[in-house]
């Protein structure tokens, strides 16, 4: 049963423009939010996070938006530069716990 | 800093022979230890955790076991690979709510 959801396996974005990555979860019981970069034959790297005593977390060009009630997150990346072209994971877990739940991933591709 | 070792980066091996993938973390004491495996397509699968030395927790039942013999060494192991087993495998290690991936492996077995 997948508990962490990513309906958009692709997404394309014009360079300097917004690029919105969906992440749903089905546990309410996951307080810990986390989003992935990861780019082919490499392990994924460690984006952004966010509690759920929060809504929303900025770090740079990258903001992350929690809506608990819709048991809804998203990853904003403002402007969207080439770079930023990879497969990008979402990822829950409980602050108690253990274990990572992650999400199938989206591949952003930013056009030049 | 923190760091994680794996090895080796490819594999290529036939079915039904054996395999072990190492990993250590150096920088941290007691980390949570972590295998996943992402399969062609797909997303990150958690094969197994640990805690502490000894305590494995298996996510997935298959024919992969895993073992920590020291604090901050993990061994991904089975003794005869199906070619179901392919794909590209990723240890992790987390100290405080945030998991940190090693280069993982890429194992093919023909």
């Known amino acids: 049963d997948q508990q962490v959801k990513q309906n958009s396996p692709s997404l394309s974005v014009q360079e300097g423009r917004i690029s919105i990555l969906n992440c749903d979860y089905t546990?309410?019981?996951?307080?810990?939010f986390l989003w992935y970069k990861k780019y082919p034959a490499e392990g994924p790297t460690f984006l952004i996070s966010?509690?759920?005593?929060?809504d929303k977390n900025e770090d740079g060009r990258f903001t992350v938006f929690l809506n608990k009630s819709a048991k809804h997150l998203s990853l904003h990346i403002v402007p969207s530069q080439p770079g930023d072209s990879a497969v990008y994971f979402c990822a829950a877990t409980r602050n108690t716990g253990n274990q990572f739940y992650f999400g199938t991933g989206t591949s952003l591709t930013v056009i030049p | 800093s923190q760091t994680i070792h794996q090895w080796p980066a490819t594999l290529v091996q036939p079915v039904g022979s054996p395999l072990s993938l190492e990993c250590t973390v150096e920088g941290t004491s007691n980390p949570n230890l972590y295998w996943y495996r992402q399969a062609a397509g797909r997303g990150l699968q958690l094969l197994f955790y640990?805690?502490?030395?000894?305590?494995i927790s298996s996510e997935v039942p298959q024919n992969l076991s895993a073992s920590r013999p020291q604090d901050r060494q993990f061994i991904l192991s089975s003794k005869k690979l199906l070619l179901s087993d392919s794909g590209f495998y990723l240890c992790?290690?987390?100290?405080?709510?945030?998991?940190?991936f090693g280069n993982g492996t890429r194992l093919t077995v023909t």
């Open positions: 546990n309410s019981m996951f307080d810990y």
């Open positions: 966010i509690s759920s005593i929060k």
């Open positions: 992790a290690w987390s100290v405080r709510g945030t998991l940190h």
């Open positions: 640990s805690v502490g030395i000894g305590q």
